[in-house]
């Protein structure tokens, strides 16, 4: 068992700059990947980013160049950051950390809502 608590959501104006947290504990050693999701209302829940154990990375490409996700593996937890720079009103959603492991069904956050308005 995987179990997730996010932070770091919260109001922003258009361009500026937030940071979500992510941090997994429990059997961690089973971690495949690790990644963000977001969800806006009336839309289907989609990939923002991932981060493999190897360090590869993903982004969705309309956070290319804005967003930046990140691991940190300590001895008993492991944390997913994504940096969100230059936010936009389109990036308002939920954000969900995701966690695949390396047998079994996909854990998930508890979400955290991004408004990014003036």
């Known amino acids: 068992q995987v179990q997730l608590v996010e932070s770091g959501g919260g109001l922003v104006q258009p361009g500026g700059s937030l940071r979500l947290s992510c941090v997994a504990s429990g059997s961690i050693f089973s971690i495949s990947v690790m990644g963000w999701y977001r969800q806006a209302p009336g839309k289907q829940r989609e990939l923002v980013a991932t981060c493999a154990s190897g360090g590869r990375t993903n982004y969705a490409d309309s956070v290319k160049g804005r967003f930046t996700i990140s691991r940190d593996n300590a001895k008993n937890t492991d944390t997913v950051y994504l940096q969100m720079n230059s936010l936009k009103p389109e990036d308002t959603a939920v954000y969900y950390c995701?966690?695949?492991?390396?047998?079994?069904?996909?854990?998930w956050g508890q979400g955290t809502q991004v408004t990014v308005s003036s």
């Open positions: 995701n966690v695949v492991p390396i047998i079994g069904y996909d854990y």
